[in-house]
């Protein structure tokens, strides 16, 4: 396999994004309004934020997303500021994010293997495809997979690829039926009241100026390519990388009563900890040509919770470390999976 270096990014504190989902209380009919009853207790997520975090300067378009569920679908809606709204993607499949775009990342079982990407554009043209592994663990990208039975609906206020129009936003109804969503969950099973997925947004937008009546992507007179494309998200990476599933946001999803709140669990940060010293793992590696069995090298100054045990070979390795409750063990390895036994 591919071990390269793993970029650690650059997170203060991990504190992903959390939202509270609750049930859907009647069906809904798809147009890309969410200015509806269906939506109405749904709440909205924080505002998007740069994929970097505070790294980067705030946003100068506001995005957000509200998400409800029922015992057929999970439903998301997202709203998008937006006076260009343009799109020139009609394929589906298409590589989408070429457009200005919102993307849907979700990890079911939260082991940052076999997960969901999906992206629309203004035209109401999809992406989806599956990812075997991130592509910094090799991938590959599935990209023949389809979610079956999607439905997604965009409305515009304004009009579409018309620079003249007053153009204010675009917004997305997108309901994916959980039948398709079983694959990569955990024992093929949708979730249950209480338990979470992990799952993040993405909103792409390029810099795009009218010549002779059409948008076109502004181009740098230094590269003679277009500047490159801003990535505002939900839960921030702090890398200019969706593909770390371990920093999506909690998707936690609400029973009939509802919920009122949502404390990170202490095995999440236990988690977190095996990941950081996978980074490290990795990225030793591709300097040295060989894994570390020095703790203190890989652990450094930083404040731990876990006491790791490490296992290693010349080309593998394995790192553990107890749950809280020391009923069970978390394990990493070098391909950046992370399961419990």
């Excluded at 859907?24 to 994929?51: N, Y």
């Excluded at 950081?276 to 591709?286: G, P, V």
Aim: with cysteine.
């Amino acid at each position: 396999m591919n071990l390269s270096g793993v970029p650690e990014p650059h997170i203060k504190k991990y504190a992903p994004e959390h939202y509270l989902c609750l049930r859907a209380t009647e069906p809904l009919a798809l147009d890309g309004r969410l200015d509806k009853s269906f939506w109405a207790d749904a709440p909205w997520t924080a505002d998007f934020v740069d994929i970097e975090g505070d790294l980067r300067p705030k946003p100068s378009k506001q995005t957000r997303v509200k998400m409800l569920w029922d015992d057929e679908y999970f439903y998301i809606g997202a709203e998008l500021v937006e006076d260009q709204i343009w799109a020139t993607l009609t394929e589906r499949d298409s590589v989408i994010f070429y457009d200005n775009d919102f993307e849907i990342f979700i990890d079911p079982d939260g082991d940052s293997h076999q997960y969901y990407e999906f992206e629309i554009n203004a035209w109401n043209t999809v992406w989806d495809l599956l990812l075997v592994k991130p592509y910094r663990d090799g991938g590959p990208a599935v990209n023949a997979w389809d979610i079956a039975g999607l439905k997604t609906a965009v409305h515009i206020d304004g009009e579409l690829n018309n620079p003249l129009a007053a153009n204010r936003s675009w917004s997305v109804e997108v309901a994916m039926p959980w039948k398709s969503l079983l694959e990569c969950a955990s024992e093929g099973r949708r979730p249950t009241a209480g338990q979470f997925w992990r799952v993040n947004f993405s909103r792409v937008e390029w810099q795009a100026e009218v010549r002779d009546g059409r948008y076109e992507k502004v181009i740098n007179p230094a590269t003679g390519k277009s500047f490159p494309e801003d990535n505002w998200v939900w839960s921030p990476m702090g890398i200019v990388n969706m593909h770390y599933p371990e920093l999506w946001g909690y998707v936690v999803f609400a029973g009939e009563e509802g919920a009122d709140s949502f404390a990170l669990p202490q095995d999440e940060t236990i988690k977190w900890q095996l990941r950081k010293l996978y980074y490290r793992q990795r990225n030793h590696f591709a300097e040295f040509g060989e894994f570390s069995e020095d703790l203190s090298l890989l652990m450094g100054e930083d404040t731990w919770m876990i006491q790791p045990q490490i296992e290693r070979t010349s080309r593998l390795f394995q790192m553990s470390a107890p749950s809280v409750d020391g009923s069970s063990t978390y394990y990493i390895r070098e391909d950046g999976k992370l399961w419990k036994e």
